[in-house]
């Protein structure tokens, strides 16, 4: 006796089982994704708002900054790493009547800046300052293959398409229900403005680096001929913005350990980048570059720092002063550091 069984002998209600399994699993997906489309994790305004929630419980700044960098309250921005992430808008608009927001991208390539800057400049008719960093990775002279950034491009170059295909994933999920506990009441947005305060993390004194002996460096006495690839990025897209845009570049302190020693090839570097991006600002009303990686008291007492590159606030009081006076008086500001 044959044990085979054909095809007619299967029962018709498998194939509609699995064509209604198949179905409730499409029309679930279908669902979660015009759930998120519309919830609008990031907070872009690609798609309306469709829910009117306002802010985003990112604790991300890469991503976080795409809610801040179109909110039309702001008139300025201070970008660049985290090693401006100390200077509080707050203080600025009192000192300048404007309205500052923080989009620092900490751990970003200046690339990631550049992005964050021309998505400001494209949700903005009217951007009063801008306050750049220009610590250590913008006075690269190389610049890292793309493929090896992991900075979220897509969310602020990409077209629709690419934004789309970026929102099926479970960190846009995550952030989705972060937005509908924010229109629910259940969570607080974080901060407008981009602030937060890393000394929070540390007990006052609890983090500082340790005192060394300067290291020292062979005599240089040759010529800096090596190019700046991220000035000239910054100097054309700053090139797009109108003239009457004041434009502060910071050069953060550092802890005097790792201050390039007068005379060495590195301090001679360091005075090539310096001028490089000094002539973006040159000519620029109420515009400036404050070089604060200097070796002084300030930047020698350890409890200025928790680290080699992070400074805490007596030290960020200094330079938002030093911002202050410059979108005053330009480069004729005095600056007491």
Known sequence: MSSSISSSDVSPGWGRSIAACL????????LIATLVILVDPYDSGRFGNAFGIVGVSDRNPWTANISRARDPQFDSAILGNSTVQLLEPARLDE?????????????ADPRGDLAILDYFARHHKTIRA???SIDRPWCSNTVLPPPKDPFPYWLYEGGTLRHLGNLFTWAALDRSFQRIAI?????QPVRADGYWNYEELWAPGAKH????EPAKAVPFTGKIADPFPYAAMLAAAIGKLPRDVSVVLVMPPTFYTIVPVPG????AAHTACKEAYRSIVSGRANSNLIDYRVDNTLTRDPANFT???HYRAVIARRIEQGIAASLRAGEA???SF
């Open 264 to 267: 060495s090839r590195d301090a």
């Open 183 to 187: 229109a629910r009441g259940a969570r």
């Open 95 to 107: 000192a300048t009547g404007l309205r500052f927001v923080q989009l620092v991208a900490p751990g």
């Open 307 to 309: 680290d080699l590159i």
């Open 209 to 212: 680096p340790a005192v060394a």
């Open 333 to 335: 500001a005095e600056i």
């Open 130 to 132: 801008l306050v750049v």
């Open 23 to 30: 179905g409730t699993l499409a029309l679930g997906a279908a």
